[in-house]
């Protein structure tokens, strides 16, 4: 939890569990290289299976696999219990997995505040019209400036 000690507690930036902390805590920026597997994983069980995950992430079922194998081999640990019918969350996977989507929807957060920073007119606006354009009301010419 990041927060200043003058902060009022009900205003913290934003609080996360021990598995967020393990995380972003990685030396060498492990967590970057982290992060696209991650992204997999979390989309192999938002779509029940490894064939609904390439298929909305655009890639290959093996790709997905390789990524899912590979981030069990950094963290040391299985994080899905895989069957030719079902995948479902191993214990330390439900707990990796709370802890992506908290991870993804911040990104979302994000990309939403940085698209509607982008896209929010801001500046001055001038208006070079003849002398008699100056009897039309502002408001009527240009909405959404004052």
């Known amino acids: 939890m990041f927060h200043s000690e003058t902060e009022d ?9 021990k598995c967020c902390d393990t995380l972003f805590r990685m030396r060498n920026n492990v967590y970057m290289r982290n992060l696209p597997s991650l992204v997999v994983f979390a989309t192999v069980v ?14 290959s079922k093996a790709s997905v696999s390789r990524h899912i194998n590979s981030l069990e081999e950094r963290i040391g640990f299985k994080i899905l219990h895989r069957t030719t019918r079902s995948v479902t969350l191993t214990p330390q996977g439900e707990e990796l997995f709370s802890c992506c989507q908290r991870i993804i929807n ?21 208006v070079a019209a003849p002398w008699h354009s100056r009897c039309l009301k502002r408001e009527n010419a240009s909405p959404g400036f004052s």
Do not use: Q
């Open 9 to 17: 507690t009900n205003l913290r930036c934003y609080e996360y569990p």
């Open 46 to 59: 938002n779509k029940g299976g490894f064939t609904n995950a390439a298929e909305e992430l655009l890639c």
């Open 106 to 126: 911040s990104m979302d957060e994000a990309n939403l505040l940085i698209d509607g920073i982008i896209s929010e007119p801001r500046g001055e606006l001038r």
